[in-house]
């Protein structure tokens, strides 16, 4: 059973940077990053093929985050800069067999998901 936990989460400045990290288990093909603010539908941020290294990222949030793996400490990390209010959700990690488009719809079933950690941006 591939078990995911995030944390890094908490409150920002408008315009300040957070580091979210997510240690794995067992590490996935493709891993990914995505947030459900209160109220909307979850949605993709990032994701990156663990063994080629291609990302991928959500319009609304490149050139601002970057997600990144370090196999040695099982990790994957979301940076995020020029933090904005509506960046304010739960972020989820998540690990599934292969980078996709379904994979970041969040319609991979076989995709395995943390339980969350809260962002939030205020001014």
């Known amino acids: 059973q591939v078990q995911l936990v995030e944390s890094g989460g908490g409150s920002v400045e408008v315009g300040g940077s957070l580091t979210l990290s997510c240690v794995y288990s067992?590490?996935?093909?493709?891993m990914g990053w995505f947030r459900q603010p209160a109220g909307k539908e979850r949605e993709g941020v990032a994701m990156?093929?663990?063994?080629?290294?291609?990302?991928s990222y959500g319009d609304f949030v490149r050139g601002r985050f970057t997600i990144s793996l370090d196999n040695a400490k099982s990790t994957v990390y979301l940076q995020m800069n020029n933090l904005k209010p509506e960046d304010t959700a739960t972020y989820f990690c998540?690990?599934?067999?292969?980078?996709?488009?379904?994979?970041?719809?969040?319609?991979?079933?076989?995709?395995?998901w943390g339980r969350g950690t809260q962002v939030t941006v205020s001014s």
């Open positions: 990156i093929n663990t063994a080629g290294g291609s990302k």
């Open positions: 998540a690990g599934g067999p292969r980078c996709s488009t379904r994979f970041f719809y969040g319609e991979e079933k076989s995709a395995v």
């Open positions: 067992q590490l996935s093909g493709c």
